[in-house]
């Protein structure tokens, strides 16, 4: 009969300790240089961007008068882009997570149908950007509207929608379908009526994410040629636009002959971390909403 050698015990006990308190500091010390990252751009951004924002700033058009310059353009063409992004991207990415989840029989065809879903969501944005130019911008001869980006964005960000939808749906408990069954209900009900309710905070946090994304996405639009130009204010789906994240990338760009353009966008980051913030404040909510409801 083996007896346990105490020695050894704490010879193995005290490398394991030094190797968990080795782990311990690594990780504590990445997190603390990934916060002095953020709080040092935070701050860089703040200083540079806040003088610059007034009322004059948010309500002005685009100039090449910095003292003039105004974002009310991006800001309109930016919310005109979530009106095609949001519906089409819940209507499409939830409506295939239940398909996947609900109604397709389980087998290699599903199977593969899910894993290349999965692969989409790290593709490059720029293959969306040129896939959005082919399709949408030439084929469909929709040009560089707001229709077309949306569209584009959308399918940018529908595998995110799909795989936590998929996830939120397949963790609602078998039992409560099989109640719903009992009770004479039938697929369809079950699904509205139990399925959703019960998987809809998870589902809201996909939608949270995808949208979030979406909004501060730049590469697949200046692939399809929106521009950030004096062009007039979007009125519907159909009229040429700018978004807030293009409007940043190209008065970064002209900072190297304006200097004053450099704050101008920094400035504009700060509303759009602003508007980001406030989107995703009001979707925690509902989603919080919900949990204490199901």
Known sequence: MKYVDSTQVQKKMGSRLMANNLAKTLFFLSTL???????????????????????????????????????????TGTLWLMVVVAPVTMLLGIGTAIYLEE??????????????????????????????????????????????????????????????????????????????????????????NVVLPAALPGILTGVILALSRAIGETAPLVVIGIPALLIPIPDGIFDKFTILPVQIYYWTIDSALVAEYANLAAATIVILLLVLFVMNSIAILIRNKFQKRY
Not at 41 to 64: A, C, E, H, Q
Not at 109 to 130: D, E, H
């Open 33 to 75: 240089f990934g916060l002095l990252v953020l709080v040092v751009l935070i701050y860089r951004v703040l200083k540079d961007g806040l003088p610059w924002i007034d009322i004059d700033f948010l309500m002005n058009r685009l100039s090449t008068d910095p003292e003039r310059a105004g974002i009310w353009g991006a800001i």
């Open 103 to 192: 109604y397709a029989t389980k087998g290699r065809i599903s199977s593969f149908i899910k894993t290349n879903i999965s692969n989409l969501a790290g593709v490059p944005s720029v293959v969306f950007g040129i896939l959005g130019l082919t399709v949408f911008a030439r084929t469909l001869d929709l040009g560089s509207v707001v229709l077309a980006g949306g569209l584009t964005m959308a399918l940018l960000v529908l595998p995110v929608v799909v795989v936590a939808s998929q996830e939120a749906i397949r963790a609602v408990p078998q039992f409560l379908r099989e109640a719903s069954y009992g009770m004479g209900a039938t697929k369809w009900q079950t699904i509205k």
